[in-house]
T-cell receptor, first 114, second 113 residues
Framework: AQSVTQLDSHVSVSEGTPVLLRCNYS??????LFWYVQHPNKGLQLLLK??????LVKGINGFEAEFKKSETSFHLTKPSAHMSDAAEYFCVVIRNTGGFKTIFGAGTRLFVKA | ETGVTQTPRHLVMGMTNKKSLKCEQH?????MYWYKQSAKKPLELMFV???????ENNSVPSRFSPECPNSSHLFLHLHTLQPEDSALYLCASSQELSRAGYTFGSGTRLTVV
């Protein structure tokens, strides 16, 4: 069975401090992993993706994520938060071995304080 | 703009109305999707089309009727909806059913009164 767990429904940080959004997954097959961001009243925008190449993936707006197979994790980080980072973030697993399936995490709302 | 355009952006309709949501992409993608996003719930996949053929209907009520006339256009026809159908409806596309990920539109905010 496949699942995606975003461990925090809300994260609050101060501007200029690091961001950590946690995601754990389970998959019977080697999945592709993604982080998407959604600003209010907008669609989802791709931040970064892991598709079995380098385990440390760099994305847009200074975000990066590290795929750790032993921990089944794909946490999203950014060294220094900006006010414009305030949004909802979704961790997503896609596999197309043994049937195509996409699983979205429940989302983490990031608040950035001035 | 992401390359996936959804219209209208906002829609208010009565329970007896018939309306349609439109999605258009010119990214050369062959797969298109409808998702429903309700408050405090994970995204729900509704329909998948791959090369204009419907490959997945995720137990969606028949009051939602999709149509995919070609690989660039996707419609969601709505009739006799319920207030609980109020949500953000997102269209997405991808290069076939691949692990490369999706491009999403900005969504249609639907309110059923």
């Amino acid at each position: 069975a496949q699942s995606v767990t975003q461990l925090d429904s809300h994260v609050s940080v101060s501007e200029g401090t690091p961001v950590l959004l946690r995601c754990n997954y389970s998959s019977s097959y080697s999945p592709s992993l993604f982080w998407y961001v959604q600003h209010p009243n907008k669609g989802l925008q791709l931040l970064l993706k892991y598709t079995s190449a380098a385990t440390l993936v760099k994305g847009i707006n200074g975000f990066e994520a590290e795929f750790k197979k032993s921990e089944t994790s794909f946490h999203l980080t950014k060294p220094s938060a900006h006010m414009s980072d305030a949004a909802e973030y979704f961790c997503v697993v896609i596999r197309n071995t043994g049937g195509f399936k996409t699983i979205f995490g429940a989302g983490t709302r990031l608040f950035v304080k001035a | 703009e992401t390359g996936v355009t959804q219209t209208p952006r906002h829609l208010v309709m009565g329970m007896t109305n018939k309306k349609s949501l439109k999605c258009e992409q010119h990214l050369g993608h062959n797969a298109m999707y409808w998702y429903k996003q309700s408050a405090k719930k994970p995204l729900e996949l509704m329909f998948v089309y791959n090369f204009k053929e419907q490959t997945e209907n995720n137990s969606v009520p028949s009051r939602f009727s999709p149509e995919c006339p070609n690989s660039s256009h996707l419609f969601l026809h709505l009739h006799t909806l319920q207030p609980e159908d109020s949500a953000l409806y997102l269209c997405a596309s991808s290069q076939e059913l691949s692990r490369a990920g999706y491009t999403f539109g900005s969504g249609t905010r639907l309110t059923v009164v």
